[in-house]
């Protein structure tokens, strides 16, 4: 799974991308079929937002969180995009069960 990370008016420090990299290590349990995910964080007045896109083999899933703390829109968005990935999984889990279809 590759992490692509960056910033709009915020300089990433090792700290946030340690934070990135530890929570999106977390959606790994749930899917290995992420290609790869792209991370936008962006600092404005009051407002800190945090939005990924994740790739998966047949899919694209895509969340944001907006809070005071950077830390806590990431984790609010690792959150939101786990419950997608368990979403996802289900479906896929699903259709394999119901077998070809008959016309």
Known sequence: MQINLSGHHLDI????????????ARLERHSDQIIN??????????????????????????????????YVAIDKLVDKLDRQLLKQKEKTVDRAHRGPSRN
């Open 13 to 24: 420090t090792d700290a946030i991308r340690d934070h990135v990299h530890d929570k999106f």
């Open 37 to 70: 995910i792209h991370v936008i964080l962006e600092l404005e007045k009051n407002r800190q937002k945090a939005e990924a896109k994740v790739h998966l083999g047949g899919a694209e899933l895509f969340a944001d969180a907006e809070e005071e703390d950077l």
